[in-house]
Nanobody, 115 residues
Framework: QVQLVESGGGLVQAGGSLRLSCAASGTIFSLNAMGWYRQAPGKQRELVAGISRIGRTNYADSVKGRFTISRDNAKNTVYLQMDTLKPEDTAVYYC?????????WGQGTQVTVSS
């Protein structure tokens, strides 16, 4: 059974940083693309960043230059380093293993950025 456990969310002031982690179990982590999504109240879930099996990355325009996605296959973990946070980054952040429709989702972690 695939499980994804996210951690690292919290409350931070604008301009601050947080690092999210997502630890996977029950699957061959290194064979899967990973992604971070977020959903703010009243809004649709949106892609924040993705990383392929071989480490190729992509980012939403709104976070380019501020967020960095990385993965450690030895630890079955994907990270999202978030710097220069803005109030509009406030959302529940979810990690995804695999494809959007067929993959596995974590339970989400709340990130709140105060102005």
């Amino acid at each position: 059974q695939v499980q994804l456990v996210e951690s690292g969310g919290g409350l931070v002031q604008a301009g601050g940083s947080l690092r999210l982690s997502c630890a996977a179990s029950g699957t061959i982590f290194s064979l899967n693309a990973m992604g971070w999504y977020r959903q703010a109240p009243g809004k649709q879930r949106e892609l924040v960043a993705g990383i392929s099996r071989i480490g190729r990355t992509n980012y939403a325009d709104s976070v380019k230059g501020r967020f960095t996605i990385s993965r450690d296959n030895a630890k079955n973990t994907v990270y999202l380093q978030m710097d220069t946070l803005k109030p509009e980054d406030t959302a529940v952040y979810y990690c995804l293993l695999g494809g959007y429709e067929t993959g596995y989702w974590g339970q989400g972690t709340q990130v709140t950025v105060s102005s």
